[in-house]
């Protein structure tokens, strides 16, 4: 009954987008460019390889093959991805500060990635804890959807969206990295093939549900704030390493 339920959730999560082709079309994003839906094709194929195989016999056999063969080849862990996951969106930022301007300005950005990192972790969230799911490790039973890709591939879109206009090469880099990040979360045992692909879709989406709630966002919530500060810390509490963020308008 677990599963069928979070499997509802995450099904809601695309086709709830997608059968609204209508008002997709009729809406548009950040700097006047068009909603497009069939951007949406990556990131619903990618959760729904990720759905079918928690039933699929052979995507089960593909999981159980590449933990084998990764296992046959580790001496021990390589934690990378603890850290990698936050390096796509945090090299926005960066950027910024060596004077490479993305689309949005801080403000903008920060409401953007905000927004997308909220419904990222709430959607993950209500799926693991709602799921049954044991990680390769045998750890514990949360193992689907991949957080630490879905942050990942949520900074990759981020990244992508903001300076897709500058050059096409920091969209690569920044999906090279959520991809390795990937990569290292079966390399640690710590989740399969579909726990990931599953992740990498709901980090795209989120983001892109982000951008293209924005200007309803900025007109009727946050339109009479003409500044924002903030800043960003990494933040560790002995055993796991995150990002903090505070903001103030």
Known sequence: MKKNNFLFIALILTLN??????TVDSLQIHNNTKFKYKSLI???????????????NTLKGINSDIKNELNEHIDKKFTIDDISQYAPFLSVYALNTTGIKGKNNFKDRTII?????????ATVNVIKNTGNVERPDGTSNNSFPSGHTATAFMGAEFLFQEYKDESIWYGIS???????????????????LTDVAAGAGIGILSTKIAYWIHPWMKRNIFSGNKKANG????????????IGMSMSF
């Open 17 to 22: 987008l997608c059968g609204q082709n209508k």
């Open 42 to 56: 990556m990131p619903t194929v990618l959760i729904g390889y990720g759905i079918i195989g928690l039933e699929s």
């Open 113 to 121: 990635l905000g927004t997308a990192y909220i419904i990222m972790g």
């Open 174 to 192: 920044g999906y090279a990295v959520a991809a390795g990040t990937g990569f290292f979360r079966m390399y640690n045992d710590r989740h399969w």
């Open 231 to 242: 800043v960003i810390i990494p933040v560790y509490n002995g055993k796991n390493l995150g």
